[in-house]
């Protein structure tokens, strides 16, 4: 059984790269991920050593899911947690 922590965002702030380095010491770098939020919003640029699962309009229609909703990833909790089993298969737990 593998878990996955995960942070939703929209953008590589100070507040969510620190604590995702705060989870990435307690639970390790292969077990943390960041949910980022970019419907409807240009990719940001995240730091290389941060795992990011984008939530963007081709993820979505590849889910079946609405990709009209501007914050989607942010609204709709659920859709963080299909992404993350769509792209980490192994993962039992969120």
């Known amino acids: 059984m593998r878990e996955a922590y995960v942070i939703r965002a929209h ?21 943390v991920f960041v949910a980022a939020s970019e419907v409807g919003n240009a990719p940001q640029d995240w730091p290389s050593e941060i795992n990011v699962i984008r939530l963007d309009a081709q993820l979505l229609q590849a889910l079946e899911l609405r990709e009209d909703i501007r ?21 039992t737990r969120i």
């Open 71 to 91: 914050d989607s990833g942010w609204r709709c909790g659920d859709y963080c947690q299909a992404a993350v089993f769509a792209k980490l298969p192994d993962v």
């Open 11 to 31: 953008t590589p702030d100070r507040r969510t790269i620190r604590m995702t380095k705060l989870l990435r010491e307690q639970f390790g770098s292969e077990n």
